[in-house]
């Protein structure tokens, strides 16, 4: 079907004109089940279906719709009905959907064609298609389009087998919160493939892997290291490898995604302070608040315009995974009570203080 035939089916299929229930299920006798149906029916849909067989969910490319984070914009509704016909099997309606979207740019359709492509879902495995797509969604920031382009460079899978452009791509998607993106880039400076071998790196991305839920970075953790993890974190976390981040960095995380916010202080010392005593390696960052509006009084007046010094930590693609990683944190760790936050939030927090 030509793009142009797509994009006049897609634009058929959505004013209504056009049953979705015409559109055939791939390698089934029966007649699907309206969309309409199902979409009314959502709630039970994920907890009944997974997209990924289970030798991909402990593959490197991870379980890619089951982290994929929701698209504020116009265009989710119509790629959570393509979704859901996924979902189902029903992979020409999918495709109907996503590739309209796909070729006017949207980087989840993007990505779920690349992703059809690669798990040999509604196409005939084609890596090089893959590779494509996964190309286009990676260079706007889909994490986990940056993790699959990762693993198809380092598999040379669909293109020439290249360990740094793997790197490349692994430490994007784990720089955005992905968290097989963090055991990857891990995996790969454990072993000092495509990048300088960096043990206390591996570690810290590692760990943030573990902490969201991929199981094989625990391995690594106790294979390679001398000492048990917690010690190793310990021992590094005076170190601040990574150092303690600023605005600039929290401005450039996906308002979507969330963090952990673990206390207040009255200066960055405070802050480094309380980093040091923590026994926690990972990616802290900062954020300055000032108070303003009119004060009163004497006293009121000390406080005007007085510092805020919030110290937040790690990147998580969604609140449960922010909320466990949260519960995992040191018992010294809860003494400030700390709270998951979503980016967003903190973002518009930081450009107040410039207004």
């Known amino acids: 079907m030509?793009?142009?035939?797509?994009?006049?089916s897609f634009f058929i299929v959505i004013s209504g004109l056009l049953p979705l229930s015409s559109?055939?299920?791939?390698?089934?006798?029966?007649?699907?089940?309206?969309?309409?149906?199902l979409a009314q029916d959502s709630s039970s849909v994920y907890d009944k279906y997974d997209l990924?067989?289970?030798?991909?969910?402990?593959?490197?490319?991870?379980?890619?719709?089951s982290d994929e984070p929701g698209d504020p914009v116009d265009y989710e509704k119509y790629y959570s009905v393509a979704r859901m016909a996924f979902l189902f099997g029903y992979y020409d309606t999918a495709v109907l959907y996503w590739q309209p979207m796909a070729d006017l740019g949207h980087a989840k359709s993007q990505a779920s064609l690349a992703w059809m492509y690669q798990s040999s879902k509604g196409f005939k495995q084609n890596y090089k298609k893959a590779f494509k797509?996964?190309?286009?969604?990676?260079?706007?920031?889909?994490?986990?389009?940056?993790?699959?382009?990762?693993?198809?460079?380092?598999?040379?899978?669909?293109?020439?087998?290249?360990?740094?452009?793997?790197?490349?791509?692994?430490?994007?998607?784990a720089?955005?919160?992905?968290?097989?993106?963090?055991?990857?880039?891990?995996?790969?400076?454990?072993?000092?493939?495509?990048?300088?071998?960096?043990?206390?790196?591996?570690?810290?991305?590692?760990?943030?892997?573990?902490?969201?839920?991929?199981?094989?970075?625990n391995g690594l953790l106790g294979r390679n290291l001398k000492t048990s993890p917690s010690k190793h974190i310990a021992k590094n976390s005076r170190k601040n490898i990574l150092g303690l981040k600023k605005k600039t960095w929290i401005l450039r995380k996906n308002p979507r995604y969330y963090t952990l916010q673990l206390m207040q202080g009255n200066s960055k010392k405070d802050l480094t302070k309380y980093i040091n005593k923590s026994d926690v390696k990972g990616q802290f960052a900062y954020f300055i608040t000032k108070q303003k509006g009119k004060q009163k009084g004497k006293k009121k007046a000390k406080k005007k315009g007085k510092k805020t010094y919030n110290l937040i930590y790690g990147v998580y693609t969604s609140y449960a995974n922010a909320y466990q990683g949260m519960k995992a944190?040191?018992?010294?760790?809860?003494?400030?009570?700390?709270?998951?936050?979503?980016?967003?939030?903190?973002?518009?927090?930081?450009?107040?203080?410039?207004?």
Request: aromatic share 12%.
């Open 2 to 8: 030509s793009q142009t035939n797509l994009i006049i």
């Open 23 to 37: 559109v055939s299920k791939e390698n089934s006798p029966t007649s699907p089940t309206s969309l309409t149906s």
């Open 52 to 65: 990924s067989d289970e030798d991909e969910k402990t593959s490197l490319f991870g379980d890619f719709f």
């Open 133 to 173: 797509w996964y190309t286009k969604a990676a260079k706007q920031n889909h994490a986990i389009a940056q993790n699959n382009l990762g693993v198809l460079y380092e598999k040379g899978w669909g293109t020439k087998k290249n360990l740094s452009k793997a790197a490349k791509w692994y430490k994007e998607s």
């Open 175 to 217: 720089e955005w919160g992905y968290s097989y993106g963090q055991y990857n880039y891990g995996k790969l400076l454990l072993d000092g493939l495509g990048v300088k071998k960096n043990v206390s790196k591996a570690t810290y991305w590692l760990d943030l892997a573990s902490l969201q839920g991929v199981h094989q970075a």
């Open 329 to 355: 944190l040191p018992p010294k760790m809860h003494k400030h009570r700390p709270w998951v936050r979503k980016f967003g939030g903190i973002q518009q927090d930081i450009k107040k203080q410039t207004k």
